[in-house]
């Protein structure tokens, strides 16, 4: 399973992978090939007032279903082990796993993080909480299925909004991924900058409040978790190792189609903010609302989000808040790809540095001896040749 992603499709499709009309994962395209037969199709069976043409016509109805039901059953088997191997490759993850070491560099080259961290961002609203709680579901269906959900969903936009941030292990007793819940930004593109210039560069933890009053004017400042009033219960500060970029597809469409381009535009500079970048990764995109969209209108807000923000539509994916196969699919790629992602940019560790930097300097000094080498062999060379010269003319 490479980074691609999901491509946007709304829940409103039938949640079972047995069906027929609903759109598969790529890497289920195989089994596309085989497609169950339809029940309209009578062009086989030419039915008349006979009795024996009667048992034929109902025979052959039968295979038909029986055929359609083991082509279900094989796809659901296929599926469902195709979900546990994805979701069982993240439950034995550990940092330092999926690093693919270049020129001879292993995991224990790299400085490895205790825990692997990744950050939500995006604008209130656009359904940050409502992904943690969707990816922790993944994980709790197999482990507990009736937790409670665990971060707080707003009922609307301006109300109990996320104010401390938030770490969430994934699965719930995870000691290896991460994911941290913040609040939604600002309107002053200047203050979010801060904000994330802040946490990508010293690292977020667990209780810390968000900076700024926000726009109500409700002062957040007086706000203080236990955590930061008795400075012993601090807790660690993580180095962010990917960021998720969270985007509220009915919004993103609504800008899109009409003359504010408000939304879009925050989307557009916040993503385009430097620190949001792991090395040269941009944030991966969660698409959320989808259900509320048509599959045209889900392919237009993929195609408007590549644009906006020049990215491959592989790295952005819709997960919406509903309970499907297909997000759960979505949710388990989303979350491989940043912990691959995240794994490739790690930064190696200071000695193994010091110790290429010196493999090199003495690989270097060694063919600049080399050369010396030839030049001497070549000057006794010289001076046999002279000897034997003066010897034969003398
Ligand atoms: N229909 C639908 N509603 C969603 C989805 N994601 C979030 N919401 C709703 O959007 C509102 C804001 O969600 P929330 O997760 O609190 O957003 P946050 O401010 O980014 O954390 C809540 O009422 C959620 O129920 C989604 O995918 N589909
Ligand atoms: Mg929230």
New binding site residues.
């Given amino acids: 399973m490479g980074g691609g992603g999901g491509e946007l499709t709304p829940t409103s499709t039938p949640s079972s992978p047995s069906s027929s009309s609903e759109p598969l994962h790529p890497e289920f395209a195989e089994y596309v090939a085989v497609s169950p037969i339809s029940d309209d199709d009578e062009s086989c069976c030419v039915c008349d007032d006979d009795e024996v043409d009667a048992i034929r016509c109902r025979q052959l109805r039968e295979a038909k279903e029986h055929f359609n039901r083991q082509l279900r059953e094989a796809k659901e088997f296929h599926f469902n082990r195709q979900l546990r191997e994805v979701k069982e490759l993240i439950r034995r993850y550990k940092p330092g796993d999926w690093v693919e070491g270049v020129g001879g560099a292993k995991a224990g080259h790299f400085l490895l993080p205790e825990i692997t961290t990744l950050l939500l961002v995006?604008?209130?609203?656009?359904?940050?909480?409502?992904?943690v709680n969707r990816i922790t579901r993944v994980f709790d269906k197999d482990d507990d299925p009736f937790a409670p959900d665990r971060?707080q969903?707003?009922?609307?936009?301006t109300s109990n909004?996320?104010i401390f941030l938030h770490e969430y292990p994934i699965p719930r007793n995870s000691s290896a991924i991460c994911i941290y819940?913040t609040c939604?930004w600002s309107n002053d593109p200047k203050k979010n900058f801060k904000m994330l210039h802040q946490w990508m560069t010293k690292g977020i933890s667990h209780g810390e409040t968000i900076m700024w009053d926000n726009d109500e004017g409700n002062k957040t400042g007086g706000i203080k978790p236990l955590g930061r009033q008795y400075s012993f219960l601090r807790y660690i500060t993580r180095k962010v190792n990917f960021v998720i970029f969270?985007v509220d597809g009915v919004a993103v469409l609504e800008s899109i189609d009409s003359n504010n381009k408000g939304y879009t535009e925050i989307l557009h500079q916040t993503f385009m903010y430097p620190f949001l970048s792991i090395g040269d990764d941009k944030p991966v995109v969660v698409v959320?609302?989808?259900?509320?969209l048509s599959i045209q209108q889900c392919a237009h807000v993929q195609n408007e989000l590549t644009e906006l923000l020049n990215i491959p539509a592989q790295q952005i994916y819709a997960i919406?808040?509903?309970d499907d196969f297909q997000t759960d699919m979505a949710v388990l790629d989303m979350l491989h790809y940043c912990v691959r992602r995240a794994e490739q940019n790690l930064p190696v560790k200071l000695n193994y540095h010091l110790e290429v930097l010196g493999r090199e300097t003495l690989n270097k000094m060694a063919e600049q001896l080399m050369g010396l080498d030839a030049v001497i062999e070549v000057a006794i060379i010289f001076l046999c040749i002279v000897i034997l010269l003066l010897r034969f003319f003398r």
Avoid: E, F, M, Q
């Avoid at 969903?153 to 936009?157: A, G, I, L, P």
């Avoid at 959320?288 to 509320?292: A, I, L």
């Fill in positions: 995006g604008p209130r609203g656009s359904g940050k909480s409502t992904l971060a969903v707003s009922c609307n936009s909004r996320t819940d939604g969270v959320t609302h989808g259900d509320r919406p808040g509903s």
